[in-house]
């Protein structure tokens, strides 16, 4: 039987959940893109596991969906394709690898940014993979690519590219938590 992240209990109401794409389709592609409740979400099949991050990478919006899948010194992330963020599958951390200069080894080992990217609630049944959106009452940076003020400045973008005033915007790109909704 198929493993998923953020499995549902068997007590837990799957009224939540929505069906996001049959197993075999992921299975076969390893990663596909899906909207569930107006948010753009990668799902990912890795080593009999399913994950559901935000599409949209925290740093700059690059598409999740199609970087590649690595291992970071035992950690599974998503390589975003656009600047090489490393983000993790399992709690959406933001790594990065370094070395001690005080270790006369000077192995290289992860450090964390932080939680930087919404991960997703999975369930999968027969042949059928559910996603839940997480809570959203804890913000977090991947979130800005779903308020009312981005979307707006994205419609603007699309009618008149050159017009766009990129710091009119009120999402900055690196969030402080606290001005975003």
């Known amino acids: 039987h198929t493993m998923a992240t953020n499995t549902t209990s068997s007590t837990e109401d799957i009224g939540e959940y929505h069906h996001a794409v049959k197993l075999s389709e992921l299975k ?3 990663k596909m893109r899906v909207t569930i409740e107006d948010r753009v979400i990668a799902l990912f099949y890795v080593n009999g596991r399913v994950h559901a991050l935000d599409h949209f990478c925290y740093h700059a919006g690059g598409p999740l969906s199609i970087g590649d899948i690595e291992d970071s010194h035992g950690r599974l992330c998503i390589v975003c394709p656009w600047h090489k963020h490393s983000i993790t599958l399992d709690t959406g951390e933001s790594l990065y690898t370094s070395i001690d200069p005080r270790n006369p080894r000077n192995q290289k ?3 964390s940014k932080g939680v930087k990217q919404r991960i ?3 369930y999968v ?4 993979v559910y996603v839940k959106v997480s809570d959203l009452s804890q913000i977090l940076e991947s979130d800005r690519y779903y ?3 981005y979307k707006v400045f994205m419609e603007n973008a699309l009618k008149e590219p050159m017009l766009v005033n990129r710091d009119a915007v009120k999402v900055p790109l690196h969030s402080s938590r606290t001005n975003l909704k």
């Open 28 to 30: 076969s592609s390893g």
């Open 109 to 111: 080992h992860n450090c």
């Open 120 to 122: 997703h609630h999975v």
């Open 125 to 128: 049944k027969e042949d059928i």
């Open 147 to 149: 308020t009312d003020e």
